[in-house]
Nanobody
Framework: VQLQASGGGLVQAGGSLRLSCATS????????MGWFRQAPGKEREFVAA????????YYSDSVKGRFTISRDNAKNTVYLQMNSLKPEDTANYYC?????????????????WGQGTLVTVSS
């Protein structure tokens, strides 16, 4: 499975961005998809996850109510809609895929990773 993240950029605080994660190689249907982020000098942290059917979504407390994860299995693409962005959201954002039906916040339990896409939020 290959993952390609895109959609990052520079935005002012309060603005919005939508990240996309396109996959190839295998269908997304049997994977839990997640988004993680890593700011300079910090550890990679969980942002959001969605189960294969899209019926369950999970968010970190820091983004709950502002970010929305969704998936289009027909297009093999996962999205992260980010609203009300804050300077502390600045980071490289990574999409990841985990084989199985259950989500986890642990990065080490995801099997496939895309390259990061940089999100910079100016104050």
């Amino acid at each position: 499975v290959q993952l390609q993240a895109s959609g990052g950029g520079l935005v002012q605080a309060g603005g919005s961005l939508r990240l996309s994660c396109a996959t190839s190689g295998r269908t997304l249907r049997r994977y839990v998809m997640g988004w993680f982020r890593q700011a300079p000098g910090k550890e990679r942290e969980f942002v959001a996850a969605i189960t294969w059917g899209g019926g369950s979504t999970y968010y970190s407390d820091s983004v709950k109510g502002r970010f929305t994860i969704s998936r289009d299995n027909a297009k093999n693409t996962v999205y992260l809609q980010m609203n009300s962005l804050k300077p502390e959201d600045t980071a490289n954002y990574y999409c990841a895929a985990r084989v199985g039906a259950y989500y986890t916040m642990n990065a080490w339990e995801y099997h496939y990773w895309g390259q990061g896409t940089l999100v910079t939020v100016s104050s």
